[in-house]
């Protein structure tokens, strides 16, 4: 596709399951970003990838949160035993490669996860 | 002292008017600089990059102060499709794009 695809865009769960989300970024960007939106928030960063590596997972809020990045390419966020405080929408974005000048993120539409 | 700062605002203007923001960065070594624009419920799209010189695209224009680190966004003949929240945001180079909580407008009839 010509975008950043993110699945599902709606996700509702029960507080304790764990959820997965999916992040196809655009075709040859290797820079991949992982960032969280509550409701009225401004964007908070999770994780991002340079590649299938992680350089920064400073932002994950918790044990629970956990990503991977398989062939460069795909992404998945897991979220293990989920809470209330999980809900928000996760928006995943994608850019050339880190460091490279003038970078510029290209967004997803998000999945809105609600804890219920 | 936070990375990026906004005024949140919300800034209520009526169409026609001028309206400007500013947001000050707190690392000097900041490379690049954007804007981004957000309407509620979708994700942000890149509004326009922010050069050393300053740059113009339509009725944006955007400046650059790095001696007092502050970018800024003017908009000119504010229009109704204007409405949306804006945020600034800085690439330090080493680390992940640093995104502000936004300045929110209302551009009223």
């Known amino acids: 596709g010509a975008g950043v695809s993110q699945s599902p865009s709606n996700k509702v769960t029960e507080k304790g399951k764990d959820v997965e989300l999916r992040c196809d970024p655009i075709s040859g960007h290797t820079a991949l970003y992982w960032y969280r939106q509550s409701l009225g928030q401004g964007l908070e960063f999770l994780i991002y990838f340079q590649g299938n590596s992680a350089p920064d997972k400073s932002g994950l809020p918790s044990d629970r949160f956990s990503a991977e990045r398989t062939g460069g390419s795909v992404s998945t966020l897991t979220i293990q035993r989920t809470q209330q405080e999980d809900s928000a929408v996760y928006l995943c974005?994608?850019?050339?490669?880190?460091?490279?000048?003038?970078?510029?993120?290209?967004f997803g539409s998000g999945t809105q996860l609600s804890v219920l | 002292r936070k990375e990026v700062e906004q005024d949140p605002g919300p800034f209520n203007v009526p169409e026609g008017a001028t309206v400007a923001f500013n947001c000050t960065y707190s690392?000097?070594?900041?490379?690049?600089f954007f804007w981004y624009r957000q309407d509620c419920r979708k994700e942000p799209k890149l509004l326009m990059s922010?050069?050393?010189s300053g740059n113009e695209d339509g009725r944006f224009t955007a400046q650059l102060n790095r001696a007092s680190q502050y970018i800024s966004l003017l908009i000119r003949d504010s229009k109704l499709s204007d409405s949306a929240t804006y945020l600034c945001?800085?690439?330090?180079?080493?680390?992940?794009?640093?995104f502000g909580k936004g300045t929110r407008l209302s551009v009223i009839a």
């Open positions: 974005a994608s850019s050339l490669g880190q460091g490279v000048t003038n970078e510029k993120l290209f």
């Open positions: 945001v800085v690439n330090s180079g080493n680390t992940p794009l640093v």
């Open positions: 690392n000097s070594a900041s490379q690049s």
């Open positions: 922010v050069y050393s």
